[in-house]
């Protein structure tokens, strides 16, 4: 239990430190518990969307649902691929590269990535309301999990004293890797309708991506690099999503109309 409080501590900003405090060496080992914590962050950001929904457009709704993670998460994961991009973008080294993303100034490359980041993440509002918050929740618990994975397939980057968070993270044992299997699967199999599940591949295949380009780069990864996995799968599953989505209209199979509580047009 210390260690998935300790996760809940580590991946967001809610005061559960109050709750007891937790050894330091818990710390290594919040990443199995990742997944779970998409649980409470996906959950909010779903629950926000889906109330001010109820009284506003569904792009404004989005957008304050985005906002509501960003609160709760203090921007972990968007400083990370903020780090990501200008160090792959700007370092021509492994060190050089690692040098740049520790450095706690956003360059360029940080915030380009971040607006293309964020544009593409706002054509999900062109989906049903219902809908987007399945797919929200659904896509936080599952890209967790895929991300969660760097720890287990490459090496920490750099050494203990040197990452911004003062701790390495252990691999995971057999029965960490199955809890965040469960976890990050359980939502999808549960919510998200059988015709959207080939749209669950596009984060593993973007972690695979991220992967072998870490591995060339870093021969590692560190925190920022499990930062924007997450981000980036997470996209890549929204995407997904909006193309099984048209896929599925250009052969007129239409499944979005039970999501539908207010007026939508979708072409």
């Not at 997944?35 to 889906?50: C, F, I, N, R, V």
């Not at 591949?201 to 499990?226: E, H, N, S, V």
């Amino acid at each position: 239990m210390n260690n998935i409080l300790a996760s809940f501590i580590f991946f967001t900003r809610l005061p559960f430190w109050k709750i007891k405090e937790v050894p330091a060496e818990c710390f290594k080992h919040v990443v199995p518990y990742w997944p779970l914590t998409g649980w409470l962050t996906g959950g909010l950001m779903a629950g926000a969307l889906w109330l001010s929904g109820q009284i506003l457009p569904v792009s404004i709704a989005w957008i304050i649902a985005v906002i509501v993670r960003l609160l709760v998460t203090g921007c972990l994961h968007e400083d990370g691929l903020a780090d990501f991009m200008d160090g792959f973008g700007g370092g021509t080294t492994r060190e050089r590269t690692l040098a740049i993303m520790k450095d706690s100034h956003i360059g360029s490359y940080g915030v380009i990535g971040l607006i293309f980041y964020f544009l593409l993440l706002l054509q999900m509002r062109n989906l049903p309301l219902n809908f987007l918050c399945i797919l929200v929740f659904c896509g936080d618990c599952w890209s967790k999990f895929c991300a969660s994975q760097l720890i287990n397939y490459l090496p920490y980057a750099r050494k203990e004293e040197d990452s911004k968070a003062k701790v390495v993270y252990n691999r995971m044992s057999r029965k960490e890797l199955i809890s965040a299997f469960v976890c990050g699967l359980i939502p999808f199999v549960l919510l998200l309708p059988i015709r959207m599940w080939p749209a669950t591949l596009f984060p593993l295949l973007t972690f695979a991506l991220l992967c072998r380009l870490m591995k060339r780069r870093l021969q590692g990864y560190t925190g920022d690099c499990c930062g924007a996995a997450f981000l980036l799968c997470e996209l890549s599953f929204y995407i997904g999503s909006l193309i099984m989505v048209y896929i599925y209209a250009g052969y007129g199979i239409d499944f979005l109309t039970k999501y539908v509580s207010v007026p939508f047009y979708f072409h």
